[in-house]
């Protein structure tokens, strides 16, 4: 579950939510639902599509940059108009309807998070994010069907694969209970279908407690798909959940079978050690990122803090998370991101946009070494 504070929001031409709107966004694509070529049904309703009539996460990306002085320049970002790989997103705990499974409407929560966790990657993917019938965050007062929402994006998956994907290079990427849907994915489906393993760039995989074998890089959740060691590899995982303290005993995220252990992969050094990291935030969800960057301080939806951070995986016995420490310089005006949610749950809620900077480079890198050898 994540922390919501959302004002008014343009992304691209779509307005995303405003005082007095409507909460929710009804979606209905012509055709989707019916048959098509080689059977393989379109999937209902797509948060994010290229082409689409309401791409939430189609946004002007560029940010505001604050450096440790506190000035702030602009980093254009231009949407390019090619991108030759692709990105198949499956979001968080994000739906606040009082029910077991969501329905598939878009509400106000799941367009929010297209733009902060998914619309930056537009750099380096077309962005593909089905709606799916979440397990809310009131499901514990109801009776959840958690079968389901993995039965929606399996059904989703095979609609891209069969309509969109024409062999791209595609990365995967899940926060939070989309990371365990994408898991259960790769498992039941990826890793027994060699066509569908070749296309995978990476799986990005936050918070979302992936285990290896000890001194391994598999033989946990997965039998083939190894954990990213180098900016370079490809067909592999970057796991990771975020702590600025050694989590408790009672931490979530951190399970592991006996011979196992929790995966630990920075983004900003795969291979291990110490980086300094690029938190992007948009203005409206700060996931923790505390005063002044609660209301509107700047013009542009996303606000960048490079430097702000430094980030390092630890691991002690079966638990590992990856340390991030905050970079406290003279005069540093900057906000410090904190916990906002269950104690045991550390900086959870930020996981993505602590790193969202250096995930970025890494997509980048790891696509151009795909697209080498395909």
């Given at each position: 579950?994540?922390?919501?504070?959302?004002?008014?929001?343009?992304?691209?031409?779509?307005?995303?939510?405003?005082?007095?709107?409507?909460?929710?966004?009804?979606?209905s694509?012509?055709?989707?639902?019916?048959?098509?070529?080689?059977?393989v049904?379109?999937?209902?309703?797509?948060?994010?599509?290229?082409?689409?009539?309401?791409?939430?996460?189609?946004?002007?990306?560029?940010?505001?940059?604050?450096?440790?002085?506190?000035?702030?320049?602009?980093?254009?970002v231009?949407?390019?108009?090619?991108?030759?790989?692709?990105?198949?997103?499956?979001?968080?705990?994000?739906?606040?309807?009082?029910?077991?499974?969501?329905?598939?409407?878009i509400?106000?929560?799941?367009?929010?998070?297209?733009?902060?966790?998914?619309?930056?990657?537009?750099?380096?993917?077309?962005?593909?994010?089905?709606?799916?019938?979440?397990?809310?965050?009131?499901?514990?007062a109801?009776?959840?069907?958690?079968?389901?929402?993995?039965?929606?994006?399996?059904?989703?998956?095979?609609?891209?694969?069969?309509?969109?994907?024409?062999?791209?290079?595609?990365?995967?990427?899940?926060?939070?209970?989309?990371?365990?849907?994408?898991?259960?994915?790769?498992?039941?489906?990826?890793?027994?279908?060699?066509?569908?393993?070749?296309?995978?760039?990476?799986?990005?995989?936050?918070?979302?407690?992936?285990?290896v074998?000890d001194?391994?890089?598999?033989?946990?959740?997965?039998?083939?798909?190894?954990?990213?060691?180098?900016?370079?590899?490809?067909?592999?995982?970057?796991?990771?959940?975020?702590?600025?303290?050694?989590?408790?005993?009672?931490?979530?995220?951190?399970?592991?079978?006996?011979?196992?252990?929790?995966?630990?992969?920075?983004?900003?050094?795969?291979?291990?050690?110490?980086?300094?990291?690029?938190?992007?935030?948009?203005?409206?969800?700060?996931?923790?990122?505390?005063?002044?960057?609660?209301?509107?301080?700047?013009?542009?939806?996303?606000?960048?803090?490079?430097?702000?951070?430094?980030?390092?995986?630890?691991?002690?016995?079966?638990?590992?998370?990856?340390?991030?420490?905050?970079?406290t310089?003279?005069?540093?005006?900057?906000?410090?991101?904190?916990?906002?949610?269950?104690?045991?749950?550390?900086?959870?809620?930020?996981?993505?946009?602590?790193?969202?900077?250096?995930?970025l480079?890494?997509?980048?890198?790891?696509?151009?070494?795909?697209?080498?050898?395909?």
């Amino acid at each position: 579950m994540r922390s919501r504070g959302l004002l008014c929001v343009l992304a691209g031409s779509a307005l995303l939510a405003c005082s007095g709107a409507p909460s929710s966004f009804a979606v209905s694509w012509s055709g989707f639902a019916t048959a098509t070529e080689a059977g393989v049904p379109y999937w209902k309703v797509w948060l994010c599509k290229p082409g689409s009539a309401a791409d939430f996460c189609h946004t002007n990306m560029t940010s505001t940059v604050v450096s440790p002085t506190g000035a702030e320049t602009l980093d254009l970002v231009p949407v390019p108009t090619h991108q030759p790989v692709d990105c198949f997103y499956v979001y968080p705990t994000v739906s606040m309807e009082k029910r077991g499974n969501s329905d598939l409407v878009i509400h106000v929560e799941e367009k929010a998070d297209a733009v902060a966790e998914a619309a930056q990657f537009e750099q380096v993917c077309r962005m593909y994010a089905p709606m799916y019938h979440q397990v809310t965050a009131y499901a514990a007062a109801f009776h959840p069907n958690y079968g389901l929402e993995y039965d929606d994006v399996l059904a989703a998956w095979r609609d891209y694969l069969a309509h969109d994907n024409d062999g791209r290079g595609v990365v995967l990427i899940g926060h939070s209970e989309g990371s365990f849907i994408l898991q259960e994915l790769i498992r039941k489906q990826i890793e027994k279908s060699a066509s569908e393993r070749r296309l995978v760039i990476s799986a990005i995989l936050v918070g979302g407690d992936v285990t290896v074998a000890d001194g391994s890089n598999t033989g946990g959740d997965f039998t083939r798909v190894s954990a990213c060691r180098s900016e370079t590899e490809t067909g592999c995982v970057v796991a990771y959940s975020t702590w600025d303290r050694t989590p408790p005993k009672d931490a979530a995220f951190e399970d592991a079978a006996p011979g196992h252990h929790v995966l630990c992969v920075n983004p900003a050094a795969p291979g291990g050690g110490t980086a300094a990291i690029t938190p992007i935030f948009p203005w409206f969800d700060n996931n923790g990122l505390g005063p002044p960057w609660q209301s509107p301080p700047v013009q542009t939806v996303f606000i960048s803090f490079p430097d702000l951070y430094t980030a390092h995986c630890v691991r002690q016995g079966n638990r590992a998370w990856l340390m991030v420490d905050r970079v406290t310089g003279p005069g540093d005006p900057r906000p410090t991101i904190k916990e906002i949610l269950n104690p045991a749950w550390g900086l959870h809620a930020a996981d993505m946009n602590v790193e969202l900077g250096n995930l970025l480079s890494l997509v980048r890198s790891q696509s151009k070494a795909w697209l080498a050898h395909h």
